[in-house]
């Protein structure tokens, strides 16, 4: 499916309390933003599914029934509801296949999902030949070369911050985690900011001067933080879930929840209050941050464009946290 030049984003109503948290007997201070989500999720989301059911080696009707549940395609006409309407299905592309990677690293240990990352970058990079045996490695090259038919430059720019993800992937860092200033600075690149500001360009078509990627650079991290933590909260059961039943490596818990809640002496549930507390701040911060960036360039329709666009990511991935499958309905 072909799609046309983007017609204006559908407005959504904001998150509120999630209904399948712990966190009923204490109400969420509401956002004072409005999440949007590109007018063609529908479309869109059809057209992704059909292709990686498809293309996928998927181990039992089950899987396929629960990546399609999972809503990967939403989450990404979230993040960018202002993508032009003939990238948007080359974003959701994109993240899925990572998603569906992520899900296949939980099955094997840090060296193992290392090789694995390791080969599909090398492919990316056409150091190595696609082999067209295994899914990942031909999907990426598919999307890698349909983004470059749409936009060479900002096509390539997404390389590296995706191969930066891939690599905090498995990292051990993440193994020995301590303090929360080193937690953030690991989850920029494990979020994937980098890669989703990138990604947000090329489906934008935006350029950023130099004077305009430093007026930014706060708010990116800003973002990550308030992404970061969001997807802490509410994926806290899956990732406790998961590792009760990984291997060794697998079964060290990387979030902030855990680690705010063992350096400050608090339950689990105090912790996730407090987080959301900051998360409240770190939106107050960024209406400062984005106020101040554009008066510098009073005016400049691509900087106002991407600071907007930034507030739809971290909007977005709170309503999508707050109602995905994937993060929700987990049996203990």
Same mark, same amino acid.
């Given at each position: ?51 990686f059911l498809s293309r996928w080696n998927w ?70 030949? *696609?082999?067209?045996s295994k899914p990942a490695q031909t999907i990426?090259?598919?999307? =890698? ?102 291997n060794e490596e697998g079964a060290v818990l ?21 987080? =959301?507390?900051? *998360?409240?701040? =770190? ?18 329709? *691509?900087?106002?464009?991407? *600071? ?25």
């Amino acid at each position: 499916m072909m799609l046309t030049e983007a017609r204006p984003a559908a407005a959504l109503s904001p998150p509120d309390s999630p209904k399948a948290s712990n966190l009923h007997l204490w109400h969420i201070t509401p956002s004072t933003w409005a999440p949007r989500c590109h007018s063609l999720v529908d479309e869109v989301s059809r057209e992704v599914d059909e292709y990686f059911l498809s293309r996928w080696n998927w181990p039992s009707e089950r899987s396929k029934k629960v990546f399609v549940a999972a809503g990967f395609s939403r989450v990404t006409c979230l993040y960018f509801p202002l993508a032009n309407n003939d990238r948007i299905a080359l974003a959701c592309k994109l993240l899925a296949v990572l998603f569906l990677v992520d899900d296949e690293l939980e099955e094997m240990n840090l060296d193992e999902g290392k090789v694995y990352n390791d080969s599909l970058i090398a492919t990316s990079k056409g150091e190595i030949p *696609v082999d067209p045996s295994k899914p990942a490695q031909t999907i990426l090259q598919d999307i =890698w070369n349909a983004m470059r038919a749409h936009d060479i430059e900002l096509a390539n720019s997404v390389l590296e911050p995706t191969f930066t993800f891939m690599r905090a992937q498995t990292d051990r860092e993440r193994l020995n985690m301590t303090g929360l200033g080193n937690y953030f600075k690991y989850r920029e690149r494990d979020v994937g900011k980098a890669l989703l500001s990138a990604l947000m360009r090329f489906t934008m078509g935006l350029r950023l001067s130099p004077l305009q990627q430093k007026l930014v650079q706060s708010l990116e991290e800003n973002c990550s933080r308030h992404i970061s933590i969001v997807n802490d909260i509410y994926s806290f059961e899956k990732e406790l879930k998961a590792s009760l039943t990984m291997n060794e490596e697998g079964a060290v818990l990387c979030t902030a929840v855990k680690l705010l809640s063992d350096e400050a002496g608090m339950d689990v549930e105090a912790a996730k209050r407090v987080l =959301w507390s900051m *998360v409240r701040e =770190w939106e107050k911060i960024h209406d400062r941050l984005a106020e101040e960036a554009c008066n510098v360039e009073d005016g400049a329709e *691509v900087l106002h464009s991407y *600071v907007k666009g930034l507030e739809f990511q971290m909007s977005g991935n709170e309503l999508w946290s707050k109602t995905t499958p994937r993060y929700h309905h987990v049996d203990m």
